[in-house]
Protein backbone atom coordinates (compact mmCIF):
# COMPACT_ATOMS: atom_id res chain seq x y z
CA UNK A 1 0.00 0.00 0.00
CA UNK A 2 1.85 3.08 -0.85
CA UNK A 3 0.04 5.47 0.83
CA UNK A 4 -0.39 4.20 4.60
CA UNK A 5 -3.15 6.35 6.54
CA UNK A 6 -2.02 7.50 9.80
CA UNK A 7 -3.94 5.77 11.66
CA UNK A 8 -2.44 2.37 10.12
CA UNK A 9 0.72 4.05 11.66
CA UNK A 10 -0.88 5.69 15.24
CA UNK A 11 -2.80 2.41 15.73
CA UNK A 12 -0.01 0.24 15.52
CA UNK A 13 2.46 1.84 17.59
CA UNK A 14 -0.54 1.99 20.42
CA UNK A 15 -1.26 -1.60 20.12
CA UNK A 16 1.96 -2.28 22.25
CA UNK A 17 1.73 0.25 24.29
CA UNK A 18 -1.70 -0.45 25.26
CA UNK A 19 -1.98 -4.19 25.77
CA UNK A 20 1.24 -3.86 27.86
CA UNK A 21 -0.74 -1.78 29.91
CA UNK A 22 -3.56 -4.10 30.28
CA UNK A 23 -1.84 -6.67 31.16
CA UNK A 24 -0.45 -5.13 34.30
CA UNK A 25 -4.04 -3.88 35.17
CA UNK A 26 -4.84 -7.69 35.14
CA UNK A 27 -1.92 -8.71 37.17
CA UNK A 28 -2.73 -6.01 39.90
CA UNK A 29 -6.13 -7.35 40.42
CA UNK A 30 -6.20 -9.33 43.25
CA UNK A 31 -9.58 -10.39 43.55
CA UNK A 32 -9.47 -12.39 40.13
CA UNK A 33 -9.48 -15.98 40.81
CA UNK A 34 -6.50 -17.60 38.41
CA UNK A 35 -9.55 -18.71 35.98
CA UNK A 36 -10.75 -15.22 35.68
CA UNK A 37 -7.09 -14.17 35.43
CA UNK A 38 -6.40 -16.49 32.73
CA UNK A 39 -9.43 -15.77 30.75
CA UNK A 40 -8.76 -12.58 30.66
CA UNK A 41 -4.90 -12.48 30.01
CA UNK A 42 -6.24 -14.73 27.09
CA UNK A 43 -8.63 -12.33 25.99
CA UNK A 44 -6.12 -9.75 25.66
CA UNK A 45 -4.03 -11.90 23.48
CA UNK A 46 -7.16 -12.94 21.43
CA UNK A 47 -7.57 -9.00 20.88
CA UNK A 48 -3.93 -7.86 19.69
CA UNK A 49 -3.85 -10.79 17.36
CA UNK A 50 -6.74 -9.97 15.91
CA UNK A 51 -6.48 -6.37 15.64
CA UNK A 52 -2.78 -6.90 14.18
CA UNK A 53 -4.31 -9.16 11.74
CA UNK A 54 -7.06 -7.33 10.65
CA UNK A 55 -5.15 -4.27 9.92
CA UNK A 56 -2.98 -6.69 7.76
CA UNK A 57 -5.52 -8.35 5.87
CA UNK A 58 -7.08 -5.00 5.23
CA UNK A 59 -4.21 -3.21 3.64
CA UNK A 60 -4.04 -6.61 1.73
CA UNK A 61 -7.60 -5.69 0.23
CA UNK A 62 -9.10 -8.49 1.92
CA UNK A 63 -11.72 -6.40 3.78
CA UNK A 64 -14.54 -8.68 4.66
CA UNK A 65 -11.84 -11.11 6.45
CA UNK A 66 -10.68 -7.76 8.00
CA UNK A 67 -14.45 -6.90 9.44
CA UNK A 68 -15.10 -10.06 10.94
CA UNK A 69 -11.51 -10.07 13.09
CA UNK A 70 -12.50 -6.54 14.26
CA UNK A 71 -15.34 -7.84 14.94
CA UNK A 72 -13.87 -10.57 17.00
CA UNK A 73 -12.15 -7.69 18.67
CA UNK A 74 -15.07 -6.34 20.07
CA UNK A 75 -16.03 -9.72 21.61
CA UNK A 76 -12.20 -10.53 23.43
CA UNK A 77 -12.71 -6.78 24.44
CA UNK A 78 -16.05 -7.35 26.11
CA UNK A 79 -14.40 -10.23 28.50
CA UNK A 80 -11.77 -8.13 29.08
CA UNK A 81 -13.75 -4.87 30.11
CA UNK A 82 -15.66 -7.18 32.33
CA UNK A 83 -12.17 -8.10 34.78
CA UNK A 84 -11.19 -4.47 34.19
CA UNK A 85 -13.91 -2.67 35.84
CA UNK A 86 -14.11 -0.51 38.63
CA UNK A 87 -17.44 -1.92 40.39
CA UNK A 88 -15.66 -5.20 41.23
CA UNK A 89 -18.96 -6.89 42.40
CA UNK A 90 -20.11 -6.72 38.83
CA UNK A 91 -16.79 -7.46 37.43
CA UNK A 92 -17.03 -10.80 39.61
CA UNK A 93 -20.77 -11.51 38.61
CA UNK A 94 -20.18 -10.83 35.02
CA UNK A 95 -17.02 -12.53 35.14
CA UNK A 96 -18.33 -16.11 36.63
CA UNK A 97 -21.22 -16.00 34.51
CA UNK A 98 -19.12 -15.93 31.50
CA UNK A 99 -16.46 -18.64 32.49
CA UNK A 100 -19.61 -21.07 33.71
CA UNK A 101 -21.71 -20.34 30.58
CA UNK A 102 -24.50 -18.24 32.00
CA UNK A 103 -24.05 -15.32 30.14
CA UNK A 104 -22.72 -14.93 26.60
CA UNK A 105 -20.41 -11.93 25.48
CA UNK A 106 -23.45 -10.14 24.22
CA UNK A 107 -25.46 -10.57 27.57
CA UNK A 108 -21.90 -8.84 29.50
CA UNK A 109 -22.04 -6.13 26.50
CA UNK A 110 -25.64 -5.18 27.64
CA UNK A 111 -25.36 -5.16 30.97
CA UNK A 112 -21.62 -3.32 30.49
CA UNK A 113 -23.87 -0.40 28.68
CA UNK A 114 -26.79 -0.35 31.35
CA UNK A 115 -24.30 -0.03 34.03
CA UNK A 116 -20.82 1.18 33.35
CA UNK A 117 -20.23 2.43 29.65
CA UNK A 118 -22.89 5.86 30.41
CA UNK A 119 -20.37 6.98 33.14
CA UNK A 120 -17.10 6.73 30.53
CA UNK A 121 -15.99 10.53 29.15
CA UNK A 122 -17.51 9.68 25.28
CA UNK A 123 -14.15 10.18 23.56
CA UNK A 124 -14.02 9.28 20.46
CA UNK A 125 -17.86 9.03 19.83
CA UNK A 126 -18.21 13.00 19.10
CA UNK A 127 -15.11 13.51 17.24
CA UNK A 128 -15.97 14.07 13.49
CA UNK A 129 -14.40 11.67 11.03
CA UNK A 130 -12.46 14.07 9.46
CA UNK A 131 -10.05 14.27 12.68
Known amino acids: MKNVPKWFEVGGELIGKVSGYAMESIEGL ?9 AARCALYHYVQCL ?7 REGQ ?3 AI ?3 RQCVEALT ?11 LCQSLRSAW ?3 KKTSGAIRKELSSKVWASYFPGLWL ?3 TD
Open 68 to 70: SLV
Open 127 to 129: KPW
Open 79 to 89: ILESALISDRV
Open 30 to 38: PDLSSDQAS
Open 63 to 65: HAV
Open 99 to 101: IHG
Open 52 to 58: KLSGDVN
